[in-house]
């Protein structure tokens, strides 16, 4: 009983001391990379999201719970923030404003005068949406609380964007949001011939080159509907691929020195960088996808 008392008591040290090592919050700008600490040492981060439990047969992963979390977080703060506008703006208020003004800018242009007040709860949808879980992992916290067997912890909260079946949800979002905006607001017609229709002018050309130069246009318009098709793939893995690299980086970053090395902080400013870039080529893409089809006014396209 003795042999047995002795060996469960070092188990439960053991195990005690990952624990506390793991639930250990790092703060300030000294080395936080959360997967890297508490993953295990040398671990890479997992490509797939861990279990957390299951409701009525849901799975329930640890990237759902941090896009839920981080979203009641966005939902609440800008509430918060414009709960009552001002005037003078408060400092709440001015960031939001400023946000909101950024984006509209940026997406005019691109989709057109008509089009930026449909278009624009979707777009800064994405940008707020994205930006906010981009950088939910570089949080003290994010991927250090959760389960452990002694050997893994399933961490439960695990930056959103680096699990594809998020990304993968806003890429399709994306393109049925597309697909609205063509039909009401260009129509079936209008699509149809930016895809099929010949564009060349029949006065300057031939009749046989004239006729003959339809069958191009559909041939290239059937590429132009795989392309399209494919954005699913390149919308979600360029967003997961960039994020789930990052996290990578950082956990290779801090299993490079001990923790209380700041090893990794150049590496966090450059994940910073990142979570905007991508936050903005997504909702920028998604804007031009919108644009070349319903900003055909002559002016607001040389823009």
Same mark, same amino acid.
């Given at each position: #009983?003795?042999?047995?008392?002795?060996?469960? $008591?070092?188990?439960?040290?053991?195990?005690?001391?990952?624990?506390?090592?793991?639930?250990?919050?790092?703060?300030g700008?000294?080395?936080?990379a959360?997967?890297?600490?508490?993953?295990?040492?040398?671990?890479?981060?997992?490509?797939?999201? $861990?279990?957390?439990?299951?409701?009525?047969?849901?799975?329930? *992963?640890?990237?759902?719970?941090?896009s839920?979390?981080?979203?009641?977080?966005?939902?609440?703060g800008?509430?918060?923030?414009?709960?009552?506008?001002?005037?003078?703006p408060? =400092?709440?208020?001015?960031?939001?404003?400023?946000?909101?003004?950024?984006?509209?800018d940026?997406?005019?242009?691109?989709?057109?005068?008509? #089009?930026?007040?449909?278009?624009?709860?979707?777009?800064?949808?994405?940008?707020?949406?994205?930006l906010?879980?981009?950088?939910?992992?570089?949080?003290?916290?994010?991927?250090?609380? =959760?389960?452990?067997?002694?050997?893994?912890?399933?961490?439960?909260?695990?930056?959103?964007?680096?699990?594809?079946? #998020?990304?993968?949800a806003?890429?399709?979002?994306?393109?049925?949001?597309?697909?609205?905006?063509?039909?009401?607001?260009?129509?079936?017609?209008?699509?149809?011939?930016?895809?099929? =229709?010949?564009?060349?002018?029949?006065?300057?050309?031939?009749?046989?080159?004239? $006729?003959?130069?339809?069958?191009?246009?559909? +041939?290239?318009?059937?590429?132009?509907?795989?392309?399209?098709?494919?954005?699913?793939?390149?919308?979600?893995?360029r967003?997961?691929?960039? #994020?789930?690299?990052?996290?990578?980086?950082? *956990?290779?970053?801090m299993?490079?020195?001990?923790?209380?090395?700041?090893?990794?902080?150049?590496?966090?400013?450059?994940? *910073?960088?990142?979570?905007?870039?991508?936050?903005?080529?997504?909702?920028?893409?998604?804007?031009?996808y919108?644009?070349?089809?319903?900003n !055909?006014?002559?002016?607001? !396209? +040389?823009?």
């Amino acid at each position: #009983m003795s042999l047995r008392f002795r060996s469960d $008591y070092r188990v439960w040290r053991r195990r005690a001391i990952v624990n506390i090592n793991r639930l250990l919050i790092v703060g300030g700008l000294a080395g936080f990379a959360p997967v890297a600490l508490f993953a295990g040492e040398g671990a890479p981060v997992s490509p797939a999201p $861990y279990l957390i439990t299951e409701v009525f047969g849901l799975p329930i *992963t640890n990237s759902m719970v941090t896009s839920w979390v981080f979203s009641l977080f966005i939902i609440l703060g800008i509430r918060w923030a414009v709960r009552k506008p001002q005037l003078i703006p408060t =400092g709440a208020q001015a960031v939001v404003e400023s946000l909101v003004e950024g984006v509209r800018d940026l997406i005019a242009p691109i989709v057109g005068k008509h #089009m930026v007040k449909p278009t624009f709860p979707l777009l800064i949808g994405f940008f707020t949406f994205i930006l906010i879980h981009n950088w939910s992992g570089l949080l003290p916290g994010v991927g250090s609380f =959760g389960l452990t067997d002694g050997e893994r912890l399933t961490y439960f909260f695990r930056p959103a964007n680096t699990d594809l079946n #998020m990304t993968l949800a806003l890429a399709i979002v994306s393109f049925v949001a597309w697909m609205y905006f063509i039909l009401k607001y260009a129509g079936i017609k209008t699509l149809v011939y930016d895809l099929f =229709g010949n564009k060349a002018d029949k006065s300057e050309l031939p009749g046989a080159l004239y $006729y003959f130069l339809f069958l191009i246009f559909i +041939a290239v318009g059937i590429i132009e509907v795989i392309s399209i098709l494919l954005r699913l793939v390149s919308l979600s893995f360029r967003l997961y691929g960039n #994020m789930f690299g990052g996290e990578n980086l950082l *956990t290779s970053m801090m299993n490079l020195a001990p923790w209380y090395v700041p090893v990794p902080v150049p590496f966090y400013f450059l994940e *910073t960088l990142i979570g905007l870039v991508q936050a903005l080529v997504f909702t920028l893409l998604v804007a031009v996808y919108i644009g070349l089809i319903c900003n !055909h006014d002559s002016e607001e !396209h +040389a823009a």
